[in-house]
């Protein structure tokens, strides 16, 4: 409640790209939920957390694409791996 | 009688205090001259001075070794409250734009202005580079990604510069910074700042009863390469084998020298 009056209204300046609705849904505790272009959602329980922290959780998601949250199998991710050439053992200098 | 005994040893105390520790002391001056009971505790350092109030009784002899012993206690806790400040200056201090292009120089990352309708993506180049952010190396090539350890002071959708460069290649030419090449910039993209995977990270004593768990998200951010600059680059795609073998000289010249 004290997050949607004090930080909810600046979060919404700042994100004019962002939809945001507020919902009050009896009986469930309160969550934010992100919907991301790749038609992933993230839903994160907010019960009992400080605005502050509630604002640290919404940026969080607003930094995030919406990929599957999985070890990364390598840090560079390209499709064009050699530019002058794989090495192999028989290229020469 | 004990009262004035302890009011008068408080008071030596507080003056060893203050020859340490400037402004919390005179507050905790004050408690003490306000309260004439100094059951009352109000600030965090007094319950550390009812341990060498049981010395209290034996004057002359252990005051000296009490006030080493406080000595002792409040340089802990002082280093402590500082490195707890400076955790939080850490946080909130960078207000300056100034300390801001500093530790940008530090991760070897220039921030940009955010942009809008620009064309930065362009089509794929045969250009390579090898640069270095943080502590972490990346051979680089036009619209790749990377993840990297979380950056400061950029926000998803600003384009960075960063300017330590190592090495530059193309199907013809390369180029070898000694370490770094100072004309050279390559251009990125934030793309997100996330959190990885969780690891747990599980220890174990056996036959010992000893067993933690603890869980770690490690920060950090994507960024995708849009440009590099500093080095020709061939329009013609069709070159081959036969000009890297001129092209591969320089690089062992350069091992050699």
């Known amino acids: 409640m004290a997050f949607m009056e004090s930080e909810l209204p600046t979060f919404k300046e700042k994100n004019p790209q962002l939809e945001v609705v507020t919902e009050l849904i009896r009986g469930q505790h309160p969550h934010l939920k992100g919907f991301y272009k790749n038609k992933n959602e993230r839903v994160v329980c907010v019960k009992n957390m400080t605005p502050e922290d509630i604002l640290l959780y919404a940026t969080r998601l607003r930094n995030a694409l919406g990929r599957k949250v999985v070890k990364l199998r390598t840090r560079h991710v390209t499709k064009h791996p050699s530019v002058q050439g794989t090495w192999t053992t028989d290229v020469k200098f | ?257």
């Open chain 2, 1 to 257: 009688m004990a009262h004035r005994r302890c009011l008068h040893s408080a008071l030596l105390h507080a003056t060893a205090l203050i020859s340490l520790k400037k402004s919390p002391s005179l507050s905790i001056v004050k408690a003490l001259t306000s309260k004439p009971n100094p059951g009352i505790t109000t600030s965090n350092l007094e319950p550390s001075w009812f341990i060498p109030w049981s010395y209290i009784r034996h004057f002359s002899s252990r005051k000296s070794d009490d006030s080493e012993n406080e000595a002792e206690m409040e340089e802990s806790s002082d280093g402590e409250g500082e490195s707890d400040e400076m955790a939080s200056d850490m946080v909130r201090d960078y207000s300056p734009e100034e300390k801001e292009a500093e530790a940008a120089a530090i991760g070897y990352k220039v921030v940009g202005p955010l942009q809008r309708s620009d064309r930065v993506f362009k089509d794929y180049e045969p250009v390579f580079a090898v640069v270095q952010i943080g502590s972490h190396q990346f051979k680089v090539s036009n619209g790749d990604s990377i993840f990297t350890e979380r950056l400061k002071f950029c926000e998803v959708n600003d384009k960075l510069i960063l300017n330590k460069v190592l090495l530059l290649g193309s199907p013809t030419q390369t180029i070898i910074g000694r370490p770094i090449l100072p004309d050279a910039a390559v251009h990125a993209v934030v793309e997100e700042h996330a959190l990885d995977a969780k690891v747990i990270i599980f220890k174990k004593k056996r036959r010992k009863n000893y067993r933690r768990t603890k869980g770690h998200r490690q920060e950090l951010t994507k960024l995708r390469i849009t440009a590099i600059q500093g080095i020709e680059k061939p329009e013609i795609k069709t070159d081959g084998k036969p000009l890297k073998a001129a092209v591969k000289k320089p690089e062992k010249i350069a091992a050699t020298a």
